[in-house]
């Protein structure tokens, strides 16, 4: 493994409506060591650059960082992301020059969770079936949230690299004639029926809830995903109850698809804002069973280890696991 540069790190983690920035020393023995963590508004500054040197200025006092790391919540070309929910541009290239750093590197905010899964500690995960990883295989991590990250991991011959995909916009599978109904429902609606649409998000949990309420012929309330969740957790709506069983069942089905696409051998991760709102559920569901239901690839499936990420600031563990790997 390379080992990087000494000297300060400024790590940043940028949202649509927030960021945060935190400054690491990059050093043999330093561990996933951060320091404190400044939160910003983006709305607060007009660019990035002035939200940075806002930053570095209450920061003052201290060695500047000589590099940063960026992880971004969008899509990332030549090192440069136009953001969707906010007027920012982050171009590593542009700044920097204008910053005075010896490198800018700006990484999608899944691949910056792919980078911080060879560090996490048991503490940081809930164990959800499976055997040990096999070391040095790839790993792969899945993420429902506002949509459905996949990233994958890979080492070889001790050079690392976080494959960073669309996977959300593949195609969602059904397995039984219930699951078929439901995708028949959003057919209707969408046309394709992805996995990130149709099931697997925010938005996906509440597309679950409405097509499940039309094929079983029942009238029910408005409600978004977090209601969703509440009321099948409470028990207070049937509706809502199947529709995060069927949620959880279809998470094991996509996951095991893209375990045997990836070869991930290594363990399969979960991640992501959902579905940490419920790890006793998801254990006792068909979760695991549908990740292992592959046919001649069960037994395959069932040696990988499946382990929900807890830790909620992992994306700064793999900002600096980046830029340890990455001495540039």
């Not at 949620?247 to 991760?269: E, I, K, M, P, Q």
Request: charged share 20%.
């Amino acid at each position: 493994m390379s080992i990087g540069k000494t000297g300060k790190i400024l790590l940043a983690d940028i949202g649509g409506t927030n960021a945060r920035f935190a400054l690491s020393q990059s050093e043999p023995g330093n561990g996933d060591q951060t320091g404190s963590i400044d939160y910003v508004k983006v709305a607060d500054f007009p660019t990035v650059q002035e939200a940075i040197v806002d930053v570095l200025a209450r920061r003052a006092g201290g060695e500047p960082p000589q590099r940063a790391v960026l992880a971004v919540a969008g899509p990332v070309t030549n090192n440069r992301c136009v953001m969707t929910n906010s007027p920012w541009v982050i171009d590593g290239n542009e700044l920097q020059p204008t910053l005075g750093f010896d490198s800018v590197h700006v990484l999608n905010d899944f691949e910056v969770v792919a980078w911080s899964l060879p560090a996490l500690r048991p503490a940081d995960l809930i164990p959800l079936g499976g055997q040990d990883g096999l070391p040095a295989e790839p790993l792969l991590v899945v993420g429902p949230g506002t949509g459905f990250g996949v990233s994958c991991l890979v080492e070889r011959h001790g050079a690392r690299l976080a494959v960073v995909t669309e996977a959300g916009h593949a195609t969602l599978p059904a397995e039984n004639e219930r699951e078929e109904r439901v995708i028949a429902s959003l057919r209707r609606r969408f046309g394709h029926v992805s996995i990130e649409r149709g099931a697997l998000s925010g938005s996906g949990l509440q597309s679950l809830y409405e097509a499940l309420a039309e094929i079983d012929g029942v009238q029910v309330p408005h409600r978004d995903a977090a209601a969703i969740t509440k009321a099948a957790l409470d028990g207070s709506c049937p509706v809502s109850r199947a529709t995060l069983e069927m949620f959880c069942a279809t998470l094991g089905s996509v996951t095991g698809n893209l375990a045997v696409t990836f070869g991930a051998r290594g363990g399969v991760y979960i991640a992501g804002g959902i579905v940490p709102r419920f790890p006793e559920f998801l254990a006792a569901s068909a979760f695991r069973a549908r990740f292992e239901a592959k046919g001649r690839f069960q037994d395959y499936l069932r040696n990988i280890p499946t382990r929900l990420v807890t830790k909620p600031d992992a994306s700064f563990l793999g900002l600096k696991m980046f830029a340890d790997h990455n001495p540039d």
